[in-house]
């Protein structure tokens, strides 16, 4: 395990370059059956556009999708086809999105995306199937969690983006030993996912930890602000962002993905302590950590 000290500077933006030129994300989330999720999904595809990707489509149950879009409303729609009761059909459902994310940069799942035995099915489709940077949250993590061997059709470049109470889920399906209870645990922890899995661990807290199996990272910004609904979202959007700018189809973009998750959770923080500086420490909405994502990568960039 090599620790790493320094988050690499952002590249360049392309002076020259067009909406073609900086990925296009797909998301895809949200619940129509209930409890009815449909934030999650659109905080997500809010932040992607906040990081400069130049397109962002939202895959979502179709009687939710026009609310969503009203949230980001850059984005463009693929209404996911549910049954009688609102759950997706998985079948249609890979119909409809196998197109779409056939012709993306990097693939957002999870997000308000409801726990069924349909959403496993769609979740371990994309990951044993996506060969480009697919980035899973949320709901995406439970379905992983309730899935034995999950770990084999882990196939695709991934980030995935736990908490402490889906990290603990994952631990347990995978038999691994999960102590978090004291923070100079985490490290070890994370890293130790990292190995087992194949891709990058970002298990968030107070000090958010990134591994890949091989080095570490730990965020030293702490702020209270960002404990609050539909922050996970946030991040989740903006490590598919700039996965898609910075990793490129073909994994030999300016930056891996180790190192895209290490830069996003650093945005991330940075946003909402910018917005801490002039409001405190409380009462802060996701889309406000989104929306300051351009000042905050500005900042990195200066």
Do not use: Y
């Amino acid at each position: 395990m090599v620790p790493v000290s320094t988050v690499p500077r952002l590249p360049p933006r392309d002076p020259l370059g067009h909406k073609g030129t900086f990925g296009n994300v797909v998301v895809i989330g949200g619940h129509a059956a209930n409890p009815v999720m449909l934030g999650g999904p659109a905080l997500a595809a809010r932040a992607a556009f906040r990081s400069g990707c130049g397109l962002c489509t939202l895959a979502m149950p179709q009687p939710l999708l026009a609310s969503a879009l009203a949230v980001a409303s850059s984005a463009t729609g693929c209404p996911l086809p549910v049954d009688e009761t609102g759950e997706l059909q998985p079948s249609g459902v890979a119909h409809v999105f196998d197109p779409v994310v056939a012709r993306s940069h990097a693939v957002v799942v999870g997000p308000g995306l409801g726990q069924s035995f349909a959403v496993q099915q769609i979740v371990l489709r994309l990951a044993s199937t996506v060969t480009v940077p697919l980035v899973v949250d949320a709901d995406g993590l439970n379905a992983l969690a309730a899935t034995e061997d999950f770990a084999r059709d882990l196939t695709a470049p991934t980030v995935i983006t736990p908490h402490a109470g889906e990290f603990s889920r994952l631990s347990h399906r995978l038999n691994l030993p999960c102590d978090l209870e004291k923070s100079e645990l985490w490290p070890e922890a994370a890293h130790r996912m990292a190995q087992r899995l194949g891709c990058v661990v970002v298990l968030k807290g107070a000090h958010t930890v990134v591994s890949d199996g091989a080095r570490v990272w730990v965020n030293t910004l702490e702020e209270p602000a960002l404990a609050t609904g539909g922050s996970g979202d946030v991040l989740a959007g903006l490590v598919g962002g700039l996965a898609a700018q910075f990793v490129g189809r073909d994994g030999h973009g300016p930056l891996d993905l180790f190192h895209v998750a290490c830069v996003a959770v650093s945005v991330h923080a940075r946003s909402a302590a910018q917005w801490a500086q002039l409001h405190g420490h409380a009462g802060m909405l996701a889309l406000e950590i989104a929306d300051g994502i351009p000042d905050a990568m500005a900042s990195m960039r200066a």
